[in-house]
């Protein structure tokens, strides 16, 4: 059993700054990508920052050189730094990571609870 536990949302300011914590859980042989993403009121899901084993990031254009994902791996936990936070940012953010187990050699996406981000003065 593998579960991701979230933590860091909250409320704040235009112009402020967040740091989100995603944290995996359980019996985990290797974690491959680790992401966030975003879900806005009345919008679809979207992928806001993307992280490979690797250490390689990708952003969405609308956060980049604002936000700034990262792991440690020796925690198998993943990273959001928000900064010069908007309006628009305010979302549920969500944790995904591909995780293989202990008990099977395919890797299979978990997801974390998700985490309230409000930006608002």
């Known amino acids: 059993q593998v579960q991701l536990v979230e933590s860091g949302g909250g409320l704040v300011q235009p112009g402020g700054s967040l740091r989100l914590s995603c944290a995996a859980l359980?019996?985990?042989?290797?974690?491959?990508?680790m992401n966030w993403y975003r879900q806005a009121p009345g919008k679809e899901r979207e992928l806001v920052a993307a992280?490979?084993?690797?250490?390689?990031?990708d952003y969405i254009d609308s956060v980049k050189g604002r936000f700034t994902i990262s792991r440690d791996n020796a925690k198998n936990t993943v990273y959001l730094q928000m900064n010069s936070l908007k309006p628009e940012d305010t979302a549920i953010y969500y944790c995904?990571?591909?995780?293989?187990?202990?008990?099977?050699?395919?890797?299979?996406?978990?997801w974390g609870q998700g985490t309230q981000v409000t930006v608002s003065s």
């Open positions: 359980g019996r985990i042989f290797r974690i491959n990508d």
């Open positions: 995904n990571a591909d995780i293989v187990v202990m008990t099977s050699p395919r890797p299979r996406a978990y």
């Open positions: 992280s490979t084993i690797g250490g390689a990031a």
